[in-house]
């Protein structure tokens, strides 16, 4: 009895065709054919990949050992089992022409006759056509899902897939990882590598619970997914997502900016309080900080510059000397309060006519990429031209609709009432806070502070300059206990006019 090989192959993509066979079912019909042509099957060769790509593992190593002799031939459940891809029909061809015998359980073929190496030939050809039309098929279906601004693809990291024609939405645990990791590399504080470890510290791990490694942390910074697009690798073709973003487009092209090499992150080493936020006024460098005898200093290294030293506690008393002037008392607070109220129908009008600039401003991007469809289909702009283009105009429009959203959030009167808010609580937050909380208030509330020598100037930025001088102003004048006055109630609309 001669010993033949039997190959049994089962694709994913496949599983769903109301005629493919599962392996147990190839196996039985092989097994019955066996038997009834007295055939003794010396080994099973299974592989669970689709038959339209080249190179699969297990059907090389059949033919590489039916080539050594090790059988007399193979017997395969049916042609399109063995090949849809006609590179390797034609390898199983040349076996055949060597006097090796393959049999399929299912086709009733003659191999040796010419009609039969005929008919087998046909169905080779069609099973590769099926494929290609499948693939053509599903393309299209791709391309209709990435129009809608749906991403058909498996959901990427942060995201979480909810089936078939569902935009994707952020995962509760990863997303805000990933906001966070576009964050602390976007402030320049991190290198790819002490990213890595500081996410997988958060909880943003790879296989294992290790570390993500270089390729795939950068992968995941120069995703534009995360901003709301959809770029498609193969083509290089870019959609409006209708997903919700994780970040904004100026974030992302700041770290785009910082990965290409444009902007160079600087590693902080010493976290000391006021690092760079104390500026020679002689020479414009930032001061350094160093601790000497229990206390911090911030010195100014310039040669020419001898003597611009600092003690920490100086500059504390100088920071919080500055935010004392931007508190209020309850009688303006409630002056202020009460005009902030009457600028809200003018603030309305002003949203109005910023909202219909901008709903000009898309219209003229969508005439424009309906221009630059029809130039390409005319022939009058290259592929490469077209894409490049649309790229551009697909961000730009990507950068209105956030601004128009930012917009419809958000009004001027609102704005202002925050930021007088936070300068009237800026010297209490200022005390209650760590060192993360402070820095973030001064940067807030002021530019670096600047040394002259051993004098410190505390510098602010609108419209917390106009507060402080306001507010020194009425500290002295002679009339501030008096009953209020109309033109009392002037310099306070005057004052609230610059904040905004």
């Known amino acids: 009895m001669k010993s033949y090989f039997a190959y049994i192959r089962v694709s994913t993509a496949e599983q769903g065709e109301e005629h493919s066979a599962s392996l147990p079912e190839q196996r039985d019909a092989i097994e019955a054919y066996a038997q009834r042509s007295e055939l003794r099957i010396a080994e099973w060769f299974t592989e669970t990949r689709t ?7 297990v059907f090389n190593r059949l033919l590489a050992d039916l080539e ?15 090949a849809r891809n006609l590179r390797d029909w034609a390898k199983l061809g040349e076996l055949m022409d060597r006097g090796i015998d393959v049999r399929f359980a299912h086709d009733n073929l003659d191999l040796s006759t010419r009609g039969g190496r005929l008919s087998a030939d046909i169905q080779a ?9 499948l693939r053509d098929e599903v393309r299209k279906g791709q391309r209709g899902r990435l129009k809608q601004g749906l991403y058909p693809f498996k959901a990427p990291r942060g995201y979480v897939d909810r089936g078939k024609g569902q935009p994707k939405t952020i995962d509760p645990i990863e997303g805000p990882l990933v906001q966070q990791a576009y964050e602390l590399y976007g402030s320049g504080n991190y290198g790819l590598h002490q990213l890595r470890m500081e996410m997988a510290r958060r909880g943003l791990c790879g296989p294992g619970g290790r570390a993500l490694g270089f390729n795939a942390m950068s992968r995941l910074l120069k995703n534009p997914f995360y901003m709301g697009l ?43 309080l006021y690092r760079r936020l104390i500026n020679c006024a002689r020479c414009g460098r930032s001061l350094t900080g160093e601790r000497q005898k229990g206390h911090v200093y911030y010195r100014c290294h310039d040669r020419g510059c001898q003597g611009v030293s600092l003690l920490e506690s100086h500059v504390t008393e100088v920071v919080r000397a500055g935010f004392a002037c931007l508190r209020l008392d309850e009688r303006d ?5 009460d005009i902030i109220k009457e600028q809200i129908e003018e603030d309305n009008g002003q949203a109005k006519l910023r909202a219909t600039n901008l709903k000009r401003a898309l219209g003229l991007i969508e005439e424009r990429l309906a221009r630059l469809t029809d130039a390409m289909l005319d022939g009058l702009v290259d592929p490469e031209t077209y894409t490049d283009r649309k790229s551009a105009l697909i961000a730009h429009r990507l950068e209105l609709q956030q601004e128009e959203q930012s917009g419809s959030n958000s009004t ?30 001064l940067k807030t509330v002021g530019s670096n502070l600047l040394a002259e020598g051993k004098t410190l100037v505390f510098p602010m930025s609108f419209p917390f300059h106009e507060l402080r001088e306001w507010v020194l102003m009425n500290q002295c004048a002679p009339d501030k206990s008096a009953v209020r006055t109309l033109k009392r109630k002037a310099a306070i609309r005057s004052l609230l006019k610059s904040w905004q």
Request: some cysteine.
């Open 333 to 337: 607070v409630g002056d202020l309060r």
């Open 51 to 57: 038959a339209a790509k080249q190179g699969r593992t």
């Open 125 to 133: 050809v069609v099973a590769a056509d099926f494929i290609r039309n």
């Open 230 to 272: 959809i770029r498609v690798p193969s083509s290089c073709d870019v959609y409006q997502g209708v997903h919700e973003p994780l970040v904004q487009k100026r974030q992302f092209d700041r770290v785009q900016a910082i990965l290409s090499g444009r902007l160079y992150p600087r590693t902080e080493i010493h976290q000391y």
């Open 68 to 82: 050594r002799g090790r059988a007399a031939g193979v017997i395969i459940h049916k042609i399109d089992r063995s």
């Open 412 to 441: 001027s009167w609102k704005d202002v009432a925050e930021r007088f808010e936070l300068g009237f609580a800026a010297l209490s937050g200022f005390d209650l806070g760590n060192d993360v909380e402070k820095r973030e208030i």
